[in-house]
């Protein structure tokens, strides 16, 4: 059974207690190791910040809504929306789609057995991670760890239900209420961040109302953004980090 150093990853504990993944190697040949997954101030914290936030304006203000995360990682974002739907007393049917883009596939395979227990198929070290995720994720909430696996079991039935890389040519089947991008940084995937890239994923992607949520603060996304029709709120970053964008669509007629 494969340990993390295995494809590629180690652990990394963040300061707020919250476990990170980080690349064991760089596409920087300058640097010794690869991009974490997360900010090293939290990996929670800052999920629940640019993510979390907007998440939950998301499910008090739209029906049923639509939810695409590009990058699962450690899965962190889709526990949040679980989270926070079960925090405002909503069931999984209460949201609709959520759809996940991630292109390693040991990352979707890992979660998917974690999610739906099947415990003996992955290496203690793996399965720990997740674990501790979820703990991170529910600390505080009077959540129990059964309510929200049964919420993400109810959206990820199958390993399919997880999609592989998005590429330059994806066709989305749904639109989305809220999309939050969380891609490794322009560095690691140039593609994902170019300008006419992220207008096909709002063009294509973005429902009349929806929130677009990502760490990042670029040119380009602003661009995009505008091209979209969407009010840009550059966020304070986390931690002493660089901006964090929000983009903000609204259709009143679609408002709860
Ligand atoms: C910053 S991490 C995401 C962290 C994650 N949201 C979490 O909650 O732990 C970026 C992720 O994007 C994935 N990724 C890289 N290129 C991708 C692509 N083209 N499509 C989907 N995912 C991609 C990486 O494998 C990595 O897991």
């Known amino acids: 059974m494969k340990l993390w150093k295995d494809i590629g990853f180690e652990t990394e504990m963040t300061e707020d207690g919250s476990l990170s993944l980080r ?57 949040t929306i679980a989270r926070e739907a079960l925090l405002l007393g909503r069931r999984a049917s209460d949201v609709g789609r959520i759809t996940t883009y991630e292109s390693l596939p040991e990352l979707r395979e890992y979660f998917y057995k974690w999610l739906h227990g099947y415990e003996n198929e ?26 929200l696996l049964d919420f993400l079991r109810a959206h990820f039935t199958q390993l399919d ?19 939050m991008y969380d891609a490794f940084s322009s560095k690691t995937t140039p593609f994902l961040w170019g300008e006419d ?8 992607g973005a429902a009349e109302t929806c929130w677009f949520s990502t760490y990042a603060c670029r040119v380009s996304l602003k661009n995009a953004l505008q091209r979209a029709h969407f009010a840009i709120t550059v966020r304070p970053g986390f931690v002493g980090k660089r901006n964090s964008t929000l983009g903000v669509r609204i259709s009143e007629k679609t408002l709860i």
Do not use: W
């Not at 239900?161 to 999309?179: C, M, P, S, W």
């Open 23 to 79: 690349q064991l190697e760089s596409v920087d040949p300058s640097k010794y190791k690869g991009e974490s997954m997360h900010h090293s101030g939290g990996a929670c914290a800052e999920t629940l910040l640019i993510y979390g936030t907007p998440i939950r304006e998301i499910l008090q203000k739209v029906i049923r809504p639509n939810f695409l995360i590009v990058g699962l990682g450690m899965g962190y974002i889709e526990m």
């Open 122 to 147: 992955l290496s203690s070290e793996v399965r720990k991670t997740y674990n501790s995720v979820l703990g991170s994720v529910l600390l505080g909430t009077g959540l129990s760890e059964g309510d």
């Open 161 to 179: 239900d997880l999609q592989g890389a998005l590429t330059e040519d994806f066709k989305f089947v749904n639109r989305y209420h809220g999309i």
């Open 197 to 204: 890239f992220l207008f096909k994923v709002l063009h294509e």
